[in-house]
């Protein structure tokens, strides 16, 4: 089992590899985001598993900590050339706390989020396939640079996933 997660992680980490996008996305973005949720799909009782002994706002390390990784991968988003045109008028600090509270509510933990719904928070944004692995390869990094395992990656980068058809709008 710990054999087949590390060869999921390791798709998962391809797909999300960082890309170039010169406006329009690459031709194998579709399949990049079929590979997401294939992956998704074959490590969805793994995570269960894991959920129940341990919910993954611990394993994330609470509230603090997740609000730490927010900060960066807003940070990483302002300087990600793809996508960093649609954070120029943000207040980083507040798009952080309010994607903790997100994080935090939706993992197991005890914040609230009072924020916006997934649609209507980003429609204005019209992302598109592209921009949403893009953003993906901020996440991953973040967490990587933060010492998250690969369990907790795997775990974000599927809930990520959970939430594409929300957020797509081209």
């Given amino acids: 089992m710990k054999l087949m997660l590390k060869t999921m992680v390791i798709l998962l980490l391809t797909v999300l590899a960082p890309m170039t996008f010169a406006g329009e996305p690459s031709a194998d973005t579709g399949e990049r985001m079929k590979a997401m949720v294939t992956m998704c799909e074959t490590t969805a009782a793994a995570r269960v598993e894991r959920h129940a002994s341990k919910a993954l706002y611990e394993r994330l390390g609470g509230y603090e900590r ?82 998250h395992g690969e369990d907790e990656i795997n775990e974000i980068v599927c809930i990520l996933v959970s939430l594409k058809d929300q957020v797509l709008h081209r």
């Fill in 66 to 147: 997740i609000h730490v990784l927010t900060r960066e991968i807003v940070r990483r988003h302002k300087v990600n050339p793809d996508i960093r045109h649609m954070f120029v008028e943000v207040d980083g600090e507040r798009l952080a706390r309010h994607v903790a509270d997100f994080v935090s509510a939706g993992t197991g933990g005890s914040a609230s989020y009072t924020g916006r719904g997934m649609p209507e928070a980003h429609a204005h944004l019209k992302l598109s396939a592209a921009d949403f692995l893009s953003a993906g390869n901020d996440i991953v990094g973040a967490m990587q640079a933060l010492g």
